[in-house]
């Protein structure tokens, strides 16, 4: 029974232990590939492997290899389906039932922040006319008490409509919930609902009748979720929205890039790899022993870069050179991604972000040429020259 974080480069675990490469390859029959279609469909759910891209992903994880080694120490006999299923289920089931929403509400002040900060956000946008909306799964008594909490009694007077119990992603592709409306107390009325009005709280319905009754479509909308499948897929892809992904990780991961020791890691590893391209081509017995040391080396560098993030997986955005699969992901539902909501209050309300420009693999950066041929203008190469 295999374990599997899903990177571009797939690491496989097996209770709480990685499995070796060597046993990886004679499971998939001397192979490391593993087909498309086995892996995911467009939400992430292949037929026999399934993609962990959430939050509810880390403690899903962490119990199934926590029971499986528990099982397996003790002479536990088990079916892996029946197992996988029934803690998929329980996890579900500890959302979906509110289990959760009772034990957080409880001690809101451990596991909700206050947001001073989300508060200036919502209350700049407003002040300058733009339109806000919130569309989640969690049920309005969760909602009211959580925000009340972190932005305010009054947070209902920052969004024009605010709908609850949305069963995301089906509220962007099935058309056939209607809007209910909710009274203070969180009861639902019988009205026909003809118009989203402000200050008023909706349950479920769906996008086709939110795209008509308010008539907010196309690049005009930016929409921000916190999951690429349940938040964001659908709508780029099907409804041309704006979307902005929040990525909590990201303020960590920008921290450790931002050190040193990172940075000089990286560029000597950049280094290595220049002068290995371009020295390969002697193959005398003394060049082979300088080029297999640096090989070496620059492995150990990259598993030690590797190591920083995270000593199990890295970094959530990329596997040694290549994007992961999380991060490819990232890329094709967002057009902009933050560690959080207030991260906009660095920017006007009308600043405009443009797309960086990514070399192509036949379009080397200049920097990274001058760094093959021996410029010395790449910060702290200079330097690891002279300690070389």
């Not at 407003?126 to 806000?132: C, F």
């Not at 007077?157 to 069963?167: K, N, P, S, W, Y």
């Not at 019988?190 to 200050?199: F, H, M, P, T, V």
């Not at 960086?356 to 200079?382: I, S, V, Y």
């Amino acid at each position: 029974f295999l374990l599997l974080y899903f990177h571009y480069y797939i690491l496989f675990y097996f209770r709480l232990k990685p499995v070796p490469d060597e046993e990886v390859i004679e499971l998939y029959g001397g192979t490391q590939h593993i087909p498309l279609y086995q892996m995911s469909d467009f939400y992430g759910k292949g037929p026999s492997l399934k993609q962990f891209m959430d939050i509810f992903s880390l403690p899903e994880m962490t119990l199934l290899s926590s029971v499986i080694d528990y099982f397996i120490t003790h002479g536990i006999e088990f079916d892996q389906v029946h197992l996988y299923k029934d803690i998929s289920d329980a996890i579900r089931d500890v959302h979906v039932k509110g289990v959760m929403y009772k034990w957080i509400e409880k001690d809101l002040e451990q596991y909700i922040l206050h947001g001073d900060e989300i508060y200036a956000v919502l209350n700049r946008l407003v002040n300058h006319k733009k339109k806000l909306f919130l569309i989640t799964n969690s049920p309005f008594s969760f909602v009211d008490k959580g925000m009340k909490h972190m932005v305010g009694k009054n947070w209902r007077d920052l969004f024009d409509m605010v709908i609850v119990q949305a069963d995301k992603p089906n509220f962007f592709t099935d058309r056939r919930k209607p809007f209910r409306k909710l009274d203070d107390k969180g009861s639902l009325q019988w009205d026909k609902i003809n118009q989203l009005e402000k200050g008023k709280i909706y349950k479920e319905g769906n996008l086709f009748d939110f795209l008509r009754l308010t008539g907010w479509r196309g690049s005009k909308v930016l929409y921000f979720g916190d999951h690429l499948y349940s938040d964001l897929a659908d709508l780029m892809l099907r409804h041309g929205w704006r979307t902005g992904a929040i990525v909590p990780e990201l303020e960590t991961e920008i921290r450790i890039i931002n050190t040193e020791q990172y940075m000089h890691s990286l560029t000597w590893q950049q280094a290595l790899t220049g002068l290995l391209e371009r020295m390969q081509m002697y193959q005398d017995a003394e060049s082979k022993q300088v080029l297999l040391e640096w090989m070496k080396e620059r492995q150990e560098i990259r598993s030690l870069t590797k190591n920083l993030f995270n000593p199990q997986f890295g970094s959530i955005f990329r596997t040694f050179h290549n994007p992961t699969y999380f991060s490819r992901r990232l890329v094709r539902f967002s057009d902009i991604y933050m560690a959080s909501i207030s991260c906009l209050l660095n920017y006007d309300v009308n600043f405009t972000f443009y797309p960086r420009r990514t070399p192509l693999q036949h379009e080397a950066p200049l920097w990274m040429d001058q760094l093959c041929t021996g410029c010395m203008k790449t910060p702290f190469l200079e330097e690891m020259v002279h300690i070389r």
